[in-house]
Protein backbone atom coordinates (compact mmCIF):
# COMPACT_ATOMS: atom_id res chain seq x y z
CA UNK A 1 0.00 0.00 0.00
CA UNK A 2 1.39 3.64 -0.89
CA UNK A 3 0.83 6.64 1.17
CA UNK A 4 1.39 10.44 0.17
CA UNK A 5 4.39 11.84 1.53
CA UNK A 6 3.76 14.40 3.73
CA UNK A 7 4.29 17.47 0.98
CA UNK A 8 1.19 15.74 -1.36
CA UNK A 9 -1.35 16.82 1.68
CA UNK A 10 -2.79 20.25 1.73
CA UNK A 11 -1.93 21.97 4.95
CA UNK A 12 -5.51 21.95 6.27
CA UNK A 13 -5.24 18.01 6.01
CA UNK A 14 -1.79 17.99 7.59
CA UNK A 15 -3.19 19.85 10.65
CA UNK A 16 -6.08 17.41 11.12
CA UNK A 17 -3.07 14.83 10.70
CA UNK A 18 -1.02 16.66 13.65
CA UNK A 19 -4.08 16.83 16.10
CA UNK A 20 -4.63 13.70 16.13
CA UNK A 21 -1.19 12.45 16.44
CA UNK A 22 -1.26 14.63 19.69
CA UNK A 23 -4.60 12.98 20.51
CA UNK A 24 -5.97 16.81 21.24
CA UNK A 25 -9.56 17.32 21.52
CA UNK A 26 -11.06 18.33 18.40
CA UNK A 27 -10.80 22.02 18.49
CA UNK A 28 -7.27 21.86 19.12
CA UNK A 29 -7.17 21.49 15.39
CA UNK A 30 -8.08 24.79 14.70
CA UNK A 31 -4.60 26.08 15.88
CA UNK A 32 -2.76 24.17 13.17
CA UNK A 33 -4.53 25.34 10.58
CA UNK A 34 -4.28 28.31 8.18
CA UNK A 35 -5.58 31.65 9.49
CA UNK A 36 -8.54 31.41 6.80
CA UNK A 37 -9.64 27.81 7.71
CA UNK A 38 -9.48 28.52 11.77
CA UNK A 39 -12.66 29.68 11.98
CA UNK A 40 -14.22 28.18 9.13
CA UNK A 41 -17.90 26.29 9.82
CA UNK A 42 -17.94 23.03 10.96
CA UNK A 43 -19.25 22.04 7.48
CA UNK A 44 -16.34 23.05 5.80
CA UNK A 45 -14.02 21.41 8.41
CA UNK A 46 -16.05 17.96 8.10
CA UNK A 47 -15.20 17.95 4.34
CA UNK A 48 -11.10 17.95 5.13
CA UNK A 49 -11.72 15.90 7.92
CA UNK A 50 -13.83 12.32 6.55
CA UNK A 51 -11.81 11.47 3.48
CA UNK A 52 -8.68 11.30 5.74
CA UNK A 53 -10.75 9.04 8.06
CA UNK A 54 -12.22 7.31 4.97
CA UNK A 55 -9.02 6.89 4.00
CA UNK A 56 -8.57 5.05 6.98
CA UNK A 57 -5.74 7.25 8.13
CA UNK A 58 -7.46 8.96 11.41
CA UNK A 59 -10.52 7.56 13.66
CA UNK A 60 -12.83 10.20 16.11
CA UNK A 61 -13.54 8.90 19.37
CA UNK A 62 -14.31 10.45 22.68
CA UNK A 63 -12.13 11.00 26.03
CA UNK A 64 -12.85 8.38 28.59
CA UNK A 65 -10.75 7.96 31.61
CA UNK A 66 -7.53 6.45 32.51
CA UNK A 67 -5.80 5.58 35.32
CA UNK A 68 -1.72 6.07 35.18
CA UNK A 69 1.02 3.49 36.31
CA UNK A 70 1.40 6.23 39.12
CA UNK A 71 -2.44 6.43 39.75
CA UNK A 72 -2.89 9.20 38.90
CA UNK A 73 -6.28 9.70 36.66
CA UNK A 74 -6.23 11.37 33.27
CA UNK A 75 -8.00 10.86 29.90
CA UNK A 76 -7.25 8.15 27.27
CA UNK A 77 -9.07 7.96 23.73
CA UNK A 78 -12.23 5.62 23.97
CA UNK A 79 -13.58 2.92 20.82
CA UNK A 80 -13.92 4.73 17.50
CA UNK A 81 -17.36 6.51 16.73
CA UNK A 82 -18.86 4.68 14.24
CA UNK A 83 -18.59 6.50 10.50
CA UNK A 84 -22.75 6.83 10.30
CA UNK A 85 -22.53 8.78 13.25
CA UNK A 86 -19.63 11.09 12.30
CA UNK A 87 -21.91 13.93 10.02
CA UNK A 88 -24.48 14.74 12.93
CA UNK A 89 -21.68 14.67 15.29
CA UNK A 90 -19.01 16.87 13.36
CA UNK A 91 -22.13 19.08 11.94
CA UNK A 92 -22.01 20.36 16.13
CA UNK A 93 -20.34 23.29 16.50
CA UNK A 94 -19.90 22.93 19.85
CA UNK A 95 -17.77 19.85 19.00
CA UNK A 96 -15.62 22.43 17.27
CA UNK A 97 -15.19 24.77 20.43
CA UNK A 98 -13.09 24.61 23.48
CA UNK A 99 -15.23 23.58 26.66
CA UNK A 100 -16.43 26.31 28.71
CA UNK A 101 -16.07 24.55 31.79
CA UNK A 102 -12.79 23.43 30.83
CA UNK A 103 -13.68 19.43 30.99
CA UNK A 104 -12.37 16.83 28.23
CA UNK A 105 -14.18 14.19 29.33
CA UNK A 106 -16.01 12.52 26.38
CA UNK A 107 -15.37 15.45 24.13
CA UNK A 108 -14.21 14.12 20.66
CA UNK A 109 -10.76 13.38 20.06
CA UNK A 110 -8.55 12.70 16.46
CA UNK A 111 -6.28 9.59 16.56
CA UNK A 112 -4.19 8.03 13.78
CA UNK A 113 -5.24 4.40 13.22
CA UNK A 114 -1.99 2.02 12.30
CA UNK A 115 -2.72 3.46 8.82
CA UNK A 116 -2.13 6.60 9.58
CA UNK A 117 1.25 6.19 11.57
CA UNK A 118 3.18 5.07 8.43
CA UNK A 119 2.30 8.49 7.07
CA UNK A 120 5.05 10.64 6.82
CA UNK A 121 4.42 13.91 9.01
Given at each position: ??????DELS?????????????????????????ALASAEPTEL???????IDRGWIEVSRLVPWTAPD????????PS???HDLPA???DADNWEYPDDGE?????TLVLTEAGQLIPR
Open positions: MSYPATSAEHAFMINATEIDILPGVRGDLEETAILLPLDKPGLQPGIPRLLAWLGRL
